[in-house]
T-cell receptor, first 110, second 116 residues
Framework: EDQVTQSPEALRLQEGESSSLNCSYT??????LFWYRQDPGKGPEFLFT???AGEEKEKERLKATLTKKESFLHITAPKPEDSATYLC???????????FGKGTRLHILP | GAVVSQHPSRVICKSGTSVKIECRSL??????MFWYRQFPKKSLMLMAT?????????EQGVEKDKFLINHASLTLSTLTVTSAHPEDSSFYIC????????????FGPGTRLTVL
C-alpha cells in the first residue's frame, strides 16, 4: 500500500536552531515528491517538487533533499515566521493522485 | 506564481440547504482540479478529481449525489454540497494542476463550511 509518513509530528525549536523534518514514503512508481507549508485556516502553499533521488532544492532557509526512500526538509536558522505545518506528498506514476502525509507542526520560539 | 482562488472563504448555512464553492485558477489553465476535505489537525483527504468537460472521479466513500462537482472551463471548478448536514461541516480545499509547466498542484485558500 502506498504510504507517506512524516516525523516528528511536532517540533519546537528556538529561533536560530537548525533542524530537519523527515518524510518516508512507500510508493509503487514515484512521479514526484512535494513539500507544502500550511498555516492555520489556510490552504497549503507550494514549496518544492523533487523528482529523482539525489535532487536538492533550496528556498531561503529551507532545503529539500530526496533519496529513494525518504525526503528531508532542512531548515537553517529558523525564524518565528517559519512556524507552520509542513506537509509532504507523493504523486504516483499511474495516476494524478497525491498522497499526503499527516504533516509536521513546527513551532519556532523567539 | 500560480494562484488559485476559492469563494467563499467562509459560509454558514442551515441544515438541509445547499452550498456552492467556487475554485478558480487565476493565471494558468488547469485541465484537472482536485477537491479535498480537511478535519482539524488532520491531513488533507482527497474527495474527487475533476477534469474539464467530463465527469468527476470520486474517491471511495464519497457520495457523488451529495458532493456535486462541475468543471465547466479550464479555470473554474465548483463543488456543491447538497442538503448539507452538521457532519458536512469542514474545511474544503481545492487545488489545480498546472500542466503547462509541471505537475505541481497549487492550492486555494480553503473554504470553512459550518452547517447549523
Amino acid at each position: 500500500e502506498d504510504q507517506v509518513t512524516q516525523s516528528p509530528e511536532a517540533l519546537r525549536l528556538q529561533e536560530g536552531e537548525s533542524s530537519s523534518l523527515n518524510c518516508s514514503y512507500t510508493v509503487s512508481g514515484l512521479r514526484g515528491l512535494f513539500w507544502y507549508r500550511q498555516d492555520p485556516g489556510k490552504g497549503p502553499e507550494f514549496l518544492f517538487t523533487l523528482y529523482s533521488a539525489g535532487e536538492e532544492k533550496e528556498k531561503e532557509r529551507l532545503k529539500a533533499t530526496l533519496t529513494k526512500k525518504e525526503s528531508f526538509l532542512h531548515i537553517t536558522a529558523p525564524k518565528p515566521e517559519d512556524s507552520a505545518t509542513y506537509l509532504c506528498a507523493v504523486q504516483r506514476n499511474r495516476d494524478d493522485k497525491i498522497i499526503f502525509g499527516k504533516g509536521t507542526r513546527l513551532h519556532i520560539l523567539p | 506564481g500560480a494562484v488559485v482562488s476559492q469563494h467563499p472563504s467562509r459560509v454558514i448555512c442551515k441544515s438541509g440547504t445547499s452550498v456552492k464553492i467556487e475554485c478558480r485558477s487565476l493565471d494558468f489553465q488547469a485541465t484537472t482540479m482536485f477537491w479535498y476535505r480537511q478535519f482539524p489537525k488532520k491531513s488533507l483527504m482527497l474527495m474527487a478529481t475533476s477534469n474539464e468537460g467530463s465527469k468527476a472521479t470520486y474517491e471511495q466513500g464519497v457520495e457523488k449525489d451529495k458532493f456535486l462537482i462541475n468543471h465547466a472551463s479550464l479555470t473554474l471548478s465548483t463543488l456543491t454540497v447538497t442538503s448539507a448536514h452538521p457532519e458536512d461541516s469542514s474545511f474544503y480545499i481545492c487545488s489545480a494542476r498546472d500542466v503547462g509547466s509541471t505537475d505541481t498542484q497549487y492550492f486555494g485558500p480553503g473554504t470553512r463550511l459550518t452547517v447549523l
